[in-house]
């Protein structure tokens, strides 16, 4: 499809690169908590890195005839990419917003599954820089299923909240960042939808 | 257009049916509330039903050249049909995550639109499957009166609630589940929007 | 391009012209609050005005074969307008349905963001009307900044909310008014994306 390293390929590569990154910091960050002002700054500074990333993508498709995937798929795949930084970034700000000092095992549950599946897509677009579709199908398959255990832990945690939780105020708060932590496994999600379809399209 | 039942057709107007199903049982089980679990798990079952239709038509669409309407509208109906479901099985299993055990006649109400809704859905899309276009548009002018309905209904119930609930706890649950059934109606409406716009392209 | 004012350019006008009307209506009554029936009922007649432009635009989209610029720019910056004023116009109910009588400072200042955001909206289209693509971008670059400050006020006033803020359902109201309103100039940039992704391929 091309010789030099695609731009286009090159860019979701550091993308992913930087939401591996940010996602195991984000998970460390969770674990610990001595300083989540510190620790919400720089999830900004790794959001905003991504944000160029996407800006790059936009402005070469603008200016480009031929793609080596589909632009559409490009579009999607650098948007989801970003809705999952997004979603960690606004997860991380909640807990200095928020004023959270205590450690929440169900918290680092739902990082645990996000460090999983950064992998996976990290993995997965490799592959796909390197034109191997049909491999990428295995991470897609994990993808969904890491995606059906954020859910599924999802129901347990709000759950337990409403069981054991009391103070109204401190519901909202952990109500709020367990949503955000499962609707960004969702996102992680939308990037294997989009791959899986162009493994359909293309084989 | 095609002689044998075109499988796109032929999964739209399964998804409606089960959609149909689907709403006809979340109104019996909030009139209910007998067993919230086991109203939670049918309803995840049905829409993980729902599911496999969407993966059929993705399958499909991938893979074939010519397709009966246009396939972005075939896109934006699925997914319109498949967000209905999602939304309905998301306020299931809020009864069940909340621990509710009375019955609220709003919610009632709200059924009741969704159950109204799903009907206009079916009829229209059977319509849609006979290339009946025009007769469509009297179902789209039904939906679009009934999300105008849950939209009143909304503000009705939601100013009630803080007018009357004064546990903060029971208000975040009520809220909630009022919330996510309009959003539904709205979900309603998208797929109105979409038949609407193939009527226009189309006559 | 065209002789007679093209109706798409035309309506989005309009639409603009209704935005910042709107917008300026809405920062009116915050900072007023003397009868929120009033001003929400007056925010509702806005916004059904501008998604008959909407409907205008959709309708007229279907049936015309040659547009002034792409039909996806068309249809985005019309979705993004009038995701703009049902946000003011959501927010503006919620004064109702919260029967919230204090004025809030926090809110002025996120009005004050979205009537600006909203003139840069204005002047940026009647640029783009006259075929003026280039100077659009300092309007887009406005917007952007604009999300930022309205970006860092919901990190301020949420994190002032859970210091001060000891009542949860008081809590609750503002918390939701706060995200509702910085999601609006989500909505603004998203105008800014699009105007900015016209100039990229035009220029």
Do not use: W
Request: net charge negative; aromatic share 8%.
């Amino acid at each position: 499809m091309f010789k030099k390293k695609d731009i286009f390929f090159k860019t979701l590569e550091e993308m992913a690169d930087t939401l591996v990154k940010a996602v195991e910091y984000f998970a460390d960050g969770v674990s610990n908590l001595s300083d989540v002002k510190a620790f919400a700054k720089r999830m900004k500074e790794m959001e905003s890195e991504c944000d160029q990333y996407t800006h790059t993508i936009l402005k070469e498709l603008n200016k480009t005839f031929i793609t080596p995937i589909e632009r559409e798929d490009i579009m999607a795949l650098t948007t989801s990419l970003d809705d999952v930084m997004d979603g960690v970034e606004a997860c991380a700000s909640r807990f200095d917003m928020y004023h959270i000092k205590e450690k929440d095992e169900y918290i680092t549950l739902f990082a645990d599954i996000l460090v999983r599946s950064a992998h996976q897509i990290k993995s997965a677009i490799y592959l796909l820089t390197q034109k191997k579709l049909l491999p990428m199908r295995e991470h897609c398959i994990s993808l969904n299923e890491l995606e059906n255990q954020a859910d599924d832990l999802l129901r347990v945690c709000i759950s337990s909240l409403f069981t054991n939780v009391k103070d109204p105020i401190e519901l909202i708060k952990r109500k709020e960042i367990y949503e955000r932590l499962e609707q960004t496994t969702d996102c992680c999600e939308d990037v294997a939808n989009t791959l899986e379809s162009i493994i359909m399209r293309n084989s």
